[in-house]
């Protein structure tokens, strides 16, 4: 068997192994994971697969692709959080397959196992691929367009310029225009620095034709009024000038967040991007390179900043790293001392943050006087059981910066990077069993265990003070009930302000309660952070 082929079958041993496990452990999370499960299950209720809706009314900001994608899931699945999230699973092993496949092909076939091992075993792109977000579908599809439009620039064969446009039409398809906006920038600036003009008439093509079945979709799904396209640009206009529902931060905020989150390929992209200048403008590590800061720069001039807005940047990020990474493994180079140091410190904070804050939490109740904040202290008050094995995560974390530190300094280069990545990834796995359910515990389970109670009575349930889906799923709202299932803020105000024929269930944050005392409500009981009342 030669190396390429026990390569693939490595990448498709560790995506089932490391992806597909424990994907059910905890409830979907609002608002995204819920959002775009909620929309697949309403497909499946009313057989409608055109249409993309919330509470059965449409849902114009979304593309169904990968919503389509969680309802073939859920046909085999059921209907669960397993089946919402198992399709990144899926993308996860197309990734890693991508990866090694592109990366051979810029190199060699250690090359491309690197990429993928890099990619793998890094913090965010890991844990990505276990949660039921759209963007891991997006991304690859995003980048693997701009992929082969670079190699029709370099080989000029016009199969490959159609894979582009079929794969970016895609992206669209998935998540909206955006996709198409990222392909078009980072394209261009790369033409313009290699002064290939001439090109952009093929982009022209790609962007025109591309849009194409979007529209046809959106046509066929909402079909065509004044109203609807205002909205639609509205919307848009909204998400690039506004901080939404308060994800707001600095321009830089995009730039932490990667730096930090998408250890430890971050820091291993850093000697290869401080020395681009030296790199040909026409080369595949250029290419990666503007992708990079053309998704760090846009995302950080965008009001709204919300963590996975800039995941687009972990495939080129990761394809640096792997470019320092692949050197040093078969010796080509060493790593850098400053290097080697800011991994290893780095990552010993992350891990004894994974150690203390499950120590923490542990004995809360010896902390509780100190924290001067009522809501804070309420949550933490939460009946949730700590078994003290929720350190797991961070020592084994630990244990595998120190295997690799000892590994590299006895030039035991190829061993200690496989054991480095190995234990992020591992640790971010054992992360999702052992912490994620407990977390949960503190922000959101309270809430869902209570429209759960509810969800096949005949009440009105709105949630107060927050925006949320979560009664529309767990609250298993039907075209019948979606009535019963409040969002719009004029009609909980109607529900505060008068009586009506059912019962009616408020949800609402124990830091928001006082601001409602004013109305005939009653409390029924207060957990983990949030009241809930009937009036």
């Not at 810029?106 to 276990?130: E, H, I, Q």
């Not at 300094?409 to 990077?417: A, Q």
């Amino acid at each position: 068997m030669n190396n390429s082929k026990v390569y693939i079958f490595l990448i498709f041993f560790i995506s089932i192994a490391f992806f597909t496990p424990f994907l059910g452990s905890v409830h979907l999370f609002d608002w995204d994971e819920i959002n775009f499960a909620e929309s697949a299950r309403e497909m499946i209720v009313t057989r409608n697969y055109t249409q993309v809706m919330i509470n059965f009314e449409p849902f114009h900001e979304k593309p169904p692709l990968f919503i389509w994608m969680q309802v073939f899931s859920m046909k085999i699945f059921g209907i669960n959080e397993y089946a919402a999230r198992f399709p990144n699973a899926v993308v996860g092993l197309f990734t890693l397959l991508f990866a090694f496949f592109t990366g051979k092909r810029f190199k060699d076939v250690d090359f491309g196992f690197t990429w993928a091992l890099v990619y793998f075993g890094s913090l965010l792109p890991f844990f990505y691929f276990k949660s039921g977000i759209i963007d891991p579908t997006f991304n690859l599809f995003i980048f693997s367009a701009i992929v082969y439009f670079y190699y029709y620039f370099n080989e000029q064969k016009k199969k490959d310029l159609f894979i582009s446009l079929i794969l970016i039409s895609l992206a669209i398809l998935t998540k909206g225009p955006v996709g198409l906006l990222m392909y078009i920038i980072s394209i261009s600036i790369f033409l313009i620095f290699n002064k290939k003009f001439k090109y952009f008439l093929q982009l022209f093509y790609v962007f025109v034709l591309s849009l194409l079945p979007y529209l046809l979709w959106y046509y066929l799904a909402f079909g065509y009024s004044e109203e609807i396209l205002e909205k639609f640009i509205y919307y848009h206009i909204k998400l690039l000038t506004t901080g939404d529902a308060g994800h707001s931060g600095p321009f830089y905020y995009h730039f932490i967040v990667v730096l930090l989150g998408v250890f430890p390929a971050s820091f291993f992209a850093l000697p290869v991007i401080s020395k681009i200048k030296k790199v040909e403008n026409n080369s595949f590590i250029f290419i990666n390179f503007i992708l990079l800061f053309s998704v760090l720069i846009v995302f950080g001039v965008v009001k709204t900043k919300i963590l996975h807005y800039s995941s687009l940047a972990y495939l080129p990020l990761t394809f640096l790293a792997a470019v320092y990474v692949n050197d040093i493994m078969f010796k080509l180079k060493s790593i850098s001392k400053a290097n080697k140091i800011a991994v290893l410190v780095y990552g010993v904070i992350i891990s004894l943050a994974l150690i203390v804050f499950p120590i923490f939490m542990y004995n809360i109740n010896n902390y509780l006087d100190l924290i001067k904040d009522n809501f804070t202290r309420s949550i933490l008050q939460s009946q949730v059981y700590w078994s003290g094995l929720e350190i797991i995560p961070g020592m084994f974390l630990l244990l595998g910066l120190i295997f690799w530190f000892f590994l590299i300094n006895r030039e035991y280069e190829l061993k200690g990077f496989y054991i480095l990545f190995a234990s992020v990834a591992t640790s971010v796995f054992m992360f999702m069993y052992f912490l994620a359910p407990q977390i949960e515990q503190y922000t959101q389970a309270s809430p869902i265990e209570f429209y759960q109670k509810y969800s096949s009575e005949k009440v009105i349930i709105a949630p107060l003070g927050f925006k949320s889906y979560a009664h529309y799923f767990y609250g298993n709202v039907t075209p019948q009930s979606k009535i019963d299932r409040v969002t719009n803020d004029e009609i909980k105000n109607y529900l505060l302000e008068n009586e009506v024929e059912k019962k009616v269930y408020f949800v609402i944050k124990d830091n928001k309660v006082k601001k409602y005392a004013d109305y005939n409500l009653k409390l029924l009981y207060s957990k983990n952070g949030f009241s809930f009342f009937e009036k």
